[in-house]
């Protein structure tokens, strides 16, 4: 199977369905292209710490609330 | 001397984000990229052209070599600072998995070449042949090394875009 998948989960697709943005809003924000954050939300790569935090701040959440670990 | 490179390095390269280094410098779009990364060529064409022209000696020839060699440092720096960190990791990735093992695969067969002509040494032979022949009056040898430059960085450059090509599909195909 060609698709990666990540040990990370994350709520970043309801988060911002929540706040009705589309991805390229989301992206735009987070100062990322489309191509990196669709990979995120898909669970297919793995945010740096940095832009984690960046992510969490923007939903105003904590880390874990917007990631969870796999297992 | 290696501290101050270190500390260069650091600063403009690897610490700062692209979010960081965007705040820093003006975004440059796509297409502003794509004209500078256009832009030394039809100087340098034309500066080659003159050169053969007016038969100017060999530190003529290499003022050109020297412009891209500082062209194409400027315009990788200014293509790195522009990725967010999801193009560098792609790009990390393809260098270490593509780049890499391409100068090596490239280098064996450099050396298979001259240690077993066949049948692939007739092929590099002959590009060599029409590359010479082409510049009129290059010697046999020169032409044969450019040749195979031109072949190693091919062989590099085709695996890193694979490679590249590869990380991304694997990020953006497939069931979501």
Known sequence: MIAEATDMKNRIRVLRAEKNWTQAELAKRLDVSRNTMNAIENNRYDPSLSLAFRIAKLFRLKMEDVFQDED | ?176
């Open chain 2, 1 to 176: 001397m290696t501290n101050m490179l270190c500390i260069l390095y650091k600063r403009l390269v690897m610490v700062e984000s692209g979010a960081e280094a965007r705040a820093k410098f003006p975004k440059l779009s796509r297409m502003a990229l794509l004209a500078i990364a256009a832009a030394p060529l039809p100087l340098l064409l034309g500066w080659s052209i003159y050169v053969r022209q007016a038969g100017l000696g060999a530190d003529a020839v290499r003022l050109p070599i020297i412009v891209a060699i500082v062209w194409g440092v400027t315009f990788t720096f200014l293509s790195w600072r522009r990725l967010d960190e999801g193009g560098r990791e792609a790009i990390k990735f393809a260098f270490c998995w593509g780049a890499g093992p391409g100068m090596m695969i490239a280098a064996t067969a450099v050396l298979l070449v001259l240690y077993y002509p066949q049948p692939v040494g007739e092929i590099v032979k002959r590009a060599a042949e029409g590359y010479a022949a082409m510049r009129g009056g290059l010697p046999p040898e020169t032409a044969g090394f450019f040749v195979g430059a031109a072949m190693v960085i091919g062989i590099q450059q085709m695996l890193f875009v694979l490679v590249w090509l590869v990380w991304w599909a694997r990020r953006r195909l497939g069931p979501q």
